[in-house]
């Protein structure tokens, strides 16, 4: 009863019942003024085609455009209102505002080495090149370590912070009280006392339910500063639609860790909501730790609203020797700041070069066509292309859906696998022992158009081949889906339902 009790009173239920209330009011107020001015309705369905026209026009995905233009067409009253509040996938102007004016750490910090071109394949050059348009250098004299599970990171996150003598940089999507947290917390606090530049930040939305109430201002008077990106506020807004999913942890300017691991117990499997938890990092040491560290800085700037000299984070002259790392290394972000979709242009295009084979792990399969065509085109050239998803979902719609992509992927040829021990919540590709792509990406739309992302692609790296035989190892864990019974009408309508606002989920 306590702890039901409690979970009544928490913050996200709160937020919710408030927004529910707000929902409830728009809509009752809505239906009262269409059914004391008639003429309401008829005006709003001819903005409603011009709504639509306005959206057919726009630079946005099909599947995104559609998904809007169907309630719109067949309810303009409340179409037309919710596409208002919530339609435009960009964040809010005053956002894109202090990132346009933070976009100099970036552009002025990151050159790229001609000389590390030049080293690289030509195929591979061009791939990197795309990336290098956006700010994103491609790096060589960098270590790269694979991490195949949230309990084989956690120690070396330990070890690493453990042993920063400058600074400390943490951003993640979920930070939750627990195990895990409360160790990392601990040498978060004794670094700061000891001098060392610790900042955090953390999503709000994302830690709605994880954090109370001004836990920032708690991190702030052990010394730690620390900010949060998206305050969770209980009112319908079109900020709660952008979230910073990205998940970076930079020590002292050379090394940097990535991957789909946040900072709580359940991604260390030290609780099992889900059964076993099978999440992947990748730990940088070297050159490419230096775009990590200006990411989060330009975050941080954006959010705190300071300028501060960035060259004073770069690695410590003691760590000036060139790092002794094969391959090369391109760390990189997406947003939604702009039309470009960089995560899943560099995905489509890995695949699309893809001889041999090509292996995915991803939580979430909610994919348009230009990805669905890529998969199934490679597919039927002869490469083996094969996708793992959950065994065990942790939302249960969203795996539904993810189940109604399977049939057009089986019939191009794709292999599907669903991890039957527990959750897979790993986000990556690899590719012909070439190169693989770690990091916060979900194949979903939410992830490749909504949300701030980071990965690092790996070329010729020792970690490309850890990928690999860790997906390998995958395979005898897995039950493979070779086909789908047929549905009756009912669940056929409801999935396709599904699939159209697909990318409103």
Not at 293 to 314: N, P, Y
Not at 444 to 465: I, K, P, W
Request: proline share 4%; with cysteine; hydrophobic share 45%.
């Amino acid at each position: 009863m306590k702890k039901l009790l409690s979970k009544l009173i928490s913050r996200l239920s709160i937020t919710l019942l408030l927004i529910a209330i707000q929902a409830g009011w728009g809509v009752a107020m809505l239906s009262r003024a269409s059914a004391v001015f008639p003429w309401i309705n008829r005006i709003f369905g001819v903005v409603a085609i011009f709504v639509v026209i306005y959206i057919i026009n726009r630079d946005a995905n099909p599947s995104y455009k559609i998904a809007w233009i169907v309630p719109i067409l067949i309810f303009p009253l409340f179409g037309v209102s919710i596409y208002l509040l919530y339609g435009k996938k960009k964040p809010t102007k005053s956002m894109r505002k202090k990132f346009k004016k933070n976009e100099y750490i970036l552009r002025d910090n990151l050159s790229q080495s001609e000389e590390t071109v030049n080293a690289m394949d030509t195929r591979d050059a061009c791939r990197a090149s795309y990336l290098q348009r956006y700010s994103y250098p491609v790096y060589g004299n960098t270590q790269t370590e694979y991490f195949p599970s949230g309990e084989a990171l956690f120690p070396r996150i330990i070890e690493e912070i453990s042993g920063a003598e400058r600074f400390i940089f943490l951003e993640y999507f979920i930070i939750e009280e627990g195990t895990v947290w409360n160790s990392i917390l601990e040498i978060l606090a004794k670094k700061a006392k000891e001098g060392v530049d610790v900042r955090v930040i953390y999503d709000d939305v994302g830690c709605v339910s994880k954090l109370p109430t001004g836990y920032a201002l708690k991190l702030q008077s052990m010394g730690i500063k620390c900010t949060k990106f998206n305050p969770f506020v209980p009112f319908v807004s079109v900020i709660m639609n952008n979230r910073d999913h990205r998940k970076i942890l930079v020590v002292d300017g050379h090394t940097a860790f990535t991957g789909g691991i946040n900072l709580a117990d359940e991604y260390m499997n030290i609780t099992h909501p889900f059964g076993y938890w099978k999440d992947t990092a990748v730990m940088m040491r070297g050159e490419a730790a230096w775009s990590f560290t200006c990411m989060f800085l330009q975050m941080w700037h954006v959010i705190r609203g300071k300028e501060e000299d960035t060259s004073a984070f770069r690695p410590d002259v003691r760590y000036a020797q060139k790092f002794a790392g094969k391959g090369f290394v391109q760390p990189f972000s997406d947003s939604p700041l702009d039309d470009e979709a960089v995560s899943e242009n560099v995905y489509i295009d890995i695949i699309a070069a893809a001889q041999k084979y090509v292996y995915i792990c991803t939580p979430y399969l909610v994919i348009d066509d230009r990805m669905k065509n890529a998969l199934t085109l490679a597919a039927k050239r002869g490469v083996d292309v094969r996708i793992i998803t959950p065994g065990i979902p942790d939302k249960k719609i969203i795996y539904r859906l993810t189940r109604s992509y399977y049939p057009e992927l089986l019939q191009g040829g794709v292999k599907i696998y669903e991890y039957t021990p527990g959750f897979l919540h790993e986000k990556a590709i690899v590719s012909d022992d070439r190169c693989a792509v770690v990091g916060t990406i979900n194949m979903d739309f939410r992830s490749l158009y909504l949300h701030f992302e980071c990965g690092v692609l790996m070329t010729n790296t020792t970690a490309v081949f850890d990928v690999r035989d860790d997906t390998l190892s995958l395979f005898p864990s897995c039950r493979e889906v070779e086909k789908i019974k047929k549905k009756n009408i009912f669940a056929r309508v409801f999935d396709s339902i599904l699939r159209t606002f697909a990318p409103l989920l």
